[in-house]
Structure formats: structure tokens, C-alpha cells
T-cell receptor, first 112, second 110 residues
């Protein structure tokens, strides 16, 4: 089985711009979660989608949004980028509720 | 909201020494998961513990889930350079959202 894939792997943006990151889960996995990882804050939960519905949302501002498509692929969008949004964004898929998370390689976002 | 704390944040050991990381949750957990992230890599699932007092072993790694299901530990016997990385615990919180601890970064001197 192919693993979780994320595109792009690296991204450089400037403040005020917006960005869309993509995640393709493992085939058959319907749950997709997004995390932000920074050296100081560790792994912070952004949101989780299951069958195109957002089931959970972490404590992030409304500039962070996401969606899931009928094929379980997911995208997350960050609008009006700030310097503090520079981070590794990880997507993880799982079979169900709180199951083993399979992480993708991440997208390294740098905001200048 | 739920908090998951891990100690220590960093640990330097000489190759061959033992290593332990501890995880504490502010709330009772239905289960706890452990992940390992190698430098430059992404977290990889190691194990899930579900039962109170459960102990599981994977070669040199021993995982424990506390009796009250609020704490857990990971012990590595005779560390090797391949054990280098950050070890995270994670538990489901409100809304079954998975909350990760801050991680323990293990460095091994050969």
C-alpha cells in the first residue's frame, strides 16, 4: 500500500499571501488529521476530517481551514500568512476514530 | 482542556545506557499511543496501550500504561544510535481529538 503523500514538500511564501496544502491518505482510510509542528510548540492538532465532515478542530484562528473530498483526499488552507505560520505541516490518516495515525512526510512552509 | 506532558524534554545518553520517558495526562485516557520521529522525518506509530496497568514489549522497548490510565512510560534498554529521535505520547481528549505530548528528544553518544 502506498503511504500518505503530501504536496508540495516545501513552500516559501511571504506575509499576507495564502497557501493550500494537499494530502492523499492511505487507500481505505477515511479519517485525515492535520497537525502543525514547530520547535517550540511540538505537534499541535489543527483539524480532523472523516467522510468529508470536519469532526474536530484545534485551537487555531479562522485563517486555518480545511476540507476533505469524496475520495478522502484533503486540503488545508492558510490565508493571510503570518511569520509565525512557518512550520512543518503534517497530515495523518487512520482507519477510524483515534486509531493508529499514519503520517505523511509533511510540507515545510516558510513565511518570509 | 486536556493536557499531555512529557518529561524529560531532552536526554543525552551514552550508547548502551538505558533511557526512560514519562507521559502524564490531566485526564483519564481510553488509550495511549507512542510515536517516534527520527531527525528530519515524520512521526511513526510504535504502539497503542488500552488496558489499565498494561505492559507491552518490543525488543528493547518496554511500554507501560498506568493503573489510573493517566500516565505512561517508555523504557529503552541498552540504547543504540538507531534509537536517536523524538518520542511522543498521544492520547484522545475531548471530542476524541488526539493530543500529543511535547516529546522527549533522545540523543545517543556512540
Amino acid at each position: 500500500k502506498a503511504g500518505v503523500t503530501q504536496t508540495p514538500r516545501y513552500l516559501i511564501k511571504t506575509r499576507g499571501q495564502q497557501v493550500t496544502l494537499s494530502c492523499s491518505p492511505i487507500s481505505g482510510h477515511r479519517s485525515v488529521s492535520w497537525y502543525q509542528q514547530t520547535p517550540g510548540q511540538g505537534l499541535q492538532f489543527l483539524f480532523e476530517y472523516f467522510s468529508e465532515t470536519q469532526r474536530n478542530k484545534g485551537n487555531f484562528p479562522g485563517r486555518f481551514s480545511g476540507r476533505q473530498f469524496s475520495n478522502s483526499r484533503s486540503e488545508m488552507n492558510v490565508s493571510t500568512l503570518e511569520l509565525g505560520d512557518s512550520a512543518l505541516y503534517l497530515c495523518a490518516s487512520s482507519l477510524g476514530w483515534n486509531g493508529e495515525q499514519f503520517f505523511g512526510p509533511g510540507t515545510r512552509l516558510t513565511v518570509l | 482542556g486536556q493536557q499531555v506532558m512529557q518529561i524529560p524534554q531532552y536526554q543525552h545518553v551514552q550508547e548502551g545506557e538505558d533511557f526512560t520517558t514519562y507521559c502524564n495526562s490531566s485526564t483519564t485516557l481510553s488509550n495511549i499511543q507512542w510515536y517516534k520521529q527520527r531527525p528530519g522525518g515524520h512521526p511513526v506509530f510504535l504502539i497503542q496501550l488500552v488496558k489499565s496497568g498494561e505492559v507491552k514489549k518490543q525488543k528493547r522497548l518496554t511500554f507501560q500504561f498506568g493503573e489510573a490510565k493517566k500516565n505512561s512510560s517508555l523504557h529503552i534498554t541498552a540504547t543504540q544510535t538507531t534509537d536517536v529521535g523524538t518520542y511522543f505520547c498521544a492520547g484522545p481528549g475531548s471530542g476524541n481529538m488526539l493530543t500529543f505530548g511535547g516529546g522527549t528528544r533522545l540523543m545517543v553518544k556512540p
